[in-house]
């Protein structure tokens, strides 16, 4: 299918003039989208198939998608089906030795193949990798804080074989994307002594977005996007505004470490970040093709 074909196809899926399109090809043509791919867009098979479809017309158009994906869920289920006992701490999973290879099983087996070859399937060419290969993720265990409610003392706080990106080593992801293919990576790096570490998705993919100076970095989620006071979506914020609306709690929860994954990227150099959301069939596409966008936009 030539370049033509496929941006009338996109003019036809967005209802959108084709001109339009050929403008946009032309702005993001080479350049690198980085895509976190997780919650309801992963679970749901119409929009699975609809995510493959996105980023396989990214990649044929000249573009550049990097897709880091999630899977909580499925590590859940796995744990169950395993009669493995699954505890949490302020939100966080508590991972120790034997919980941290049935996730490493989960995302960088089941979960990851799944992926590339719905990938393969709508036309495209991927590849699975995760943060262990080529040494792409050098992590350190995370450390947190929580107050014990008996004394209301800080603490520190061991959950284990959890990580936070150290440094991203992104050669392996530019050999891919410059072969014309799409790296898609499981959120598990490796510790300096060889340990495995756990890494949330959406802060796998921030450190992956920086170190690569993407030119977006796309968040899927749940919600339509940040929303104000009224309940009403945001679509676009500086990072001064996304910075008072935490301090001032009308953005809280768990937006707020998505949040916080976007002023990191940005000010690490990748020219704006967006959630979105994965709910919306073809959202990738209404992002980057179409004025309006597709969710909040932090640049």
Do not use: W
Request: glycine share 10%; with cysteine.
């Amino acid at each position: 299918m030539d370049k033509n074909t496929i941006i009338k196809q996109v003019s036809n899926i967005l209802n959108t003039d084709q001109k339009d399109i050929e403008n946009y090809v032309e702005i993001f043509e080479g350049k690198i989208i980085v895509i976190k791919y997780g919650g309801h867009a992963m679970g749901d098979k119409k929009l699975a198939h609809t995510f493959a479809e996105d980023v396989t017309i990214l990649q044929k158009l000249g573009i550049k998608p990097v897709v880091i994906h999630g899977g909580g869920p499925q590590i859940g289920a796995m744990l169950e089906k395993l009669n493995i006992e699954s505890s949490f701490i302020n939100g966080l999973r508590i991972t120790n030795e034997e919980t941290v290879e049935i996730v490493e099983m989960v995302l960088s087996g089941s979960i990851n193949k799944d992926i590339v070859n719905k990938i393969h399937s709508a036309g495209g060419l991927a590849i699975g990798l995760s943060g262990k290969d080529a040494k792409l993720i050098l992590a350190n265990k995370l450390k947190d804080k929580f107050k014990d409610p008996e004394s209301n003392i800080e603490k520190f706080l061991d959950i284990g074989f959890v990580g936070k990106p150290e440094k991203v080593d992104s050669t392996i992801i530019n050999i891919v994307t410059n072969k014309l293919m799409i790296p898609v990576i499981a959120p598990v790096g490796y510790g300096i002594n060889g340990e495995t570490y756990n890494i949330n998705a959406d802060t796998a993919a921030g450190a992956i977005a920086s170190s690569l100076k993407a030119e977006r970095i796309l968040l899927l989620t749940d919600v339509e996007g940040v929303l104000d006071s009224e309940k009403k979506l945001i679509p676009s914020i500086s990072v001064t505004q996304a910075e008072s609306m935490i301090n001032n709690k009308i953005i809280t929860g768990g937006m707020i470490p998505k949040i916080e994954t976007c002023l990191a990227t940005v000010e690490a150099g990748v020219k704006a970040a967006v959630i979105i959301d994965g709910r919306s069939s073809h959202a990738i596409l209404r992002e980057i093709f179409t004025t309006s966008g597709s969710g909040t936009m932090i640049e």
